[in-house]
C-alpha cells in the first residue's frame, strides 16, 4: 500500500468535514492575534478541493499540482498561500508517478517546511504552522507503516503544541502581541493539529 490519489481524495474528505466543524474555532482563535480569516480560508479552501477530487489524475503530482491552483483559487490569505507552497512543493517530488512510498511523507514535509520558509520569511522556533510541520516530519521519521506514521506524526505536533504554547510569536501580525501570545496557541499550529487528527 503507498500513497495514491485515492488517499489525497480520502485526506480532502476527512479535513472538510473536520473543518466544517472546526472553521469557526479557528476564526475566533485567529481573530486574537491575527487577521481572523484562517478558518474561513481553510474551509474555502477544503470546499474547493471536495468539489475537484474526483476529476483529480491518477498521477499524484499532478494531483497535488492540480489542489494547489485551487487553493490559489479560492484563498488568496498568507495561510492560503503557505498551503499551496505545501502541496505544490510534493507535487514536484511526485511528479509523474501514480504512488508514493509512505515513508517519503516526512520528508515531503520537511521540504515543505523549507519552501514555506523562503514563502513566509519566517523561521523554525518562531511560532508558526512550521513548527507543528517540522515537529510532524522529525517525529514520524523513519517509519513506513501509514497507521503508524500518522500516530508518531500527530505525537510531534501535540508536543510541539505544548513546547511552544508558552514562547511569544515573533512573525507576523501576532508579532505585534507578542507578550499577549505567551499562553496561547498558534492558530496556524491549531489549525494543522485540525488537519492532522481528522486523518
Known amino acids: 500500500m503507498a500513497m495514491t490519489t485515492a ?3 480520502h485526506a480532502i474528505g476527512r479535513n472538510l468535514a473536520a473543518l466544517e466543524t472546526e472553521a469557526e474555532h479557528l476564526t475566533s482563535l485567529d481573530g486574537q492575534i491575527g487577521d481572523g480569516d ?3 480560508t481553510l474551509l474555502k479552501a477544503f470546499r474547493e478541493l471536495d468539489r475537484i477530487k474526483d476529476t483529480l489524475p491518477e498521477d499524484i503530482g499532478a494531483a497535488l499540482m492540480q489542489c494547489a491552483g485551487a ?3 479560492v ?3 498568507s495561510f492560503g498561500t503557505l498551503l499551496a507552497t505545501c502541496l505544490m512543493t510534493v507535487a514536484k517530488q511526485t511528479k509523474g508517478h501514480t504512488s508514493a512510498p509512505w515513508s517519503d511523507v516526512p520528508d515531503f514535509l520537511e521540504k515543505s517546511v523549507n519552501a514555506m520558509m523562503l514563502r513566509g520569511k519566517a523561521n523554525l522556533g518562531d511560532k508558526t504552522v512550521m513548527d507543528a510541520v517540522i515537529a510532524a516530519s522529525k517525529s514520524a521519521a523513519g517509519g513506513d507503516d501509514p497507521a503508524e506514521l500518522l ?3 500527530k505525537a510531534g505536533v501535540d508536543a ?3 513546547e511552544f504554547r508558552d514562547k511569544p510569536n515573533r512573525i507576523g501580525r501576532a508579532r505585534i502581541f507578542a507578550e499577549r501570545t505567551v499562553g496561547m496557541d498558534d492558530p496556524g499550529m491549531v489549525a494543522f493539529k485540525v488537519m492532522v487528527d481528522a486523518l
Request: aromatic content about 0%; cysteine-free; charged content about 10%.
Open 151 to 153: 500516530a508518531a506524526a
Open 71 to 73: 487553493v490559489s483559487r
Open 7 to 9: 488517499s489525497l481524495r
Open 160 to 162: 510541539a503544541m505544548v
Open 75 to 77: 484563498s488568496s490569505s
Open 38 to 40: 484562517l478558518g474561513i
